[in-house]
């Protein structure tokens, strides 16, 4: 039986390209990136009826073995100050903590009815920053018994 590697060479090399090319953006994008942001386990909720929501967030990495050494939040009462980096409500400065999960918030006193956008950013295991994830938020519900009327 004769094989015909002939045949096969193209898309060998084609193979190869991509494995070059996957290994290459890997390359570029090295570090972590934080993602799908929650406040109390829920994406972007509204009426939050506790005075300190816990934040949580996922990284991604091209990097096998990449982890978070450090976290940065910025909360802010209007998302054109976050989008400036004025962080109004609460910037958590450089925190050294692999924690990503039930991160309670620390910031400026929340009253109801208020929204808070918030965004982070990561610091991996070589001490490289993230850029800033995408904008998250949440709404505080009512959280006196004078609140509702």
């Known amino acids: 039986m004769k094989s015909d590697l002939g045949a096969h060479r193209p898309r060998m090399a084609a193979w190869r390209a991509l494995a070059l090319w996957f290994g290459l953006v890997a390359t570029l ?3 972590v990136t934080p993602t799908r942001l929650r406040c109390e386990y829920i994406a972007d909720p509204l009426a939050i009826e506790t005075k300190q929501p816990r934040l949580s967030w996922f990284l991604e990495s091209a990097e096998w073995g ?17 989008a400036v980096g004025q962080a109004d ?3 958590s400065g450089k925190v050294i903590s692999d924690q990503s999960i039930q991160v309670p ?10 929204k808070v956008f918030w965004q ?8 490289k920053p993230s850029e800033w994830s995408a904008p998250a938020f ?7 018994a004078t609140d509702w009327k």
């Open 29 to 31: 994008h090295a570090g």
């Open 66 to 82: 990449q982890r978070q050494r450090a976290w940065q939040i910025l909360a802010a009462s209007d998302r054109a100050r976050l």
């Open 89 to 91: 409500l609460w910037d």
């Open 105 to 114: 918030y620390a910031g400026q006193p929340l009253s109801s009815g208020l």
């Open 120 to 127: 982070i950013r990561a610091w991996d295991r070589d001490d």
């Open 138 to 144: 949440w709404q505080m519900g009512l959280l006196e």
